[in-house]
């Protein structure tokens, strides 16, 4: 068995705590184009929303499809799990989750949108062609599930076969943040 390495789409939700909808949107804009580091479980909490960080998303996310354009590439195992590692905290372009202490941040509200994410997906393959087919099913839009199974996606324990229902496919935990999704704009998702 050989590992391949592809660029893949994600989409998922991010929630954003500010006080109005254009500070909120101030700070998905700075989000955009940066690179988070999934193995911060912080990013993907599943708390009430007013607990809520200032930025965090949903703790699934959809697998979408291949980039276009994208080359699937031969790769060690140990590229494998560097890629998964925090390693990349030193790139300014990372940005780290936090969570505010104030009693009032809990009664901020919580504004919401779809966002488009790219990251590197690494498959477990006999050869490039069935890497490819793997690849090509990710048109089925397989969800992740980062608040649970976060290290079976973003670890080579994701590679069993009992595992990520079967597909054998891994994440790199540096995610990055594309932007709003065509279409969606911030909205106010609590208190509603």
């Not at 050989?2 to 500010?18: D, F, M, N, P, R």
């Not at 949903?58 to 291949?66: E, I, K, W």
């Not at 195992?77 to 030193?90: K, M, N, Y």
Request: proline fraction near 4%.
């Amino acid at each position: 068995m050989s590992c391949y390495a592809i660029e893949i789409h994600l989409y998922g939700t991010v929630y954003i705590k500010a006080s109005t909808l254009q500070k909120a949107q101030r700070i998905l804009d700075r989000l955009s184009s940066k690179t988070i580091d999934a193995r911060h479980r912080a990013w993907f909490s599943d708390v009430s929303f007013e607990y809520v960080p200032r930025v965090s998303f949903a703790s699934s996310l959809t697998l979408d499809a291949t980039l276009p354009g994208s080359q699937l590439v031969e790769v060690t195992e140990r590229d494998v799990e560097l890629a998964q590692r925090s390693f990349v905290l030193g790139s300014r372009d990372v940005v780290v989750p936090f969570a505010e202490r104030a009693e009032d941040f809990n009664e901020m509200p919580v504004f919401t949108t779809d966002v488009d994410i790219t990251t590197t997906a690494f498959i477990k393959a006999m050869s490039p062609e069935e890497a490819w087919t793997i690849a090509s099913q990710l048109q089925e839009q397989f969800h992740v599930e980062l608040q649970m199974g976060y290290w079976l996606w973003l670890s080579k324990l994701g590679f069993d076969d009992d595992e990520n229902d079967g597909l054998p496919l891994v994440l790199s935990s540096a995610i990055k943040v594309i932007g709003a999704s065509k279409g969606g704009g911030l909205e106010q998702r609590w208190p509603d």
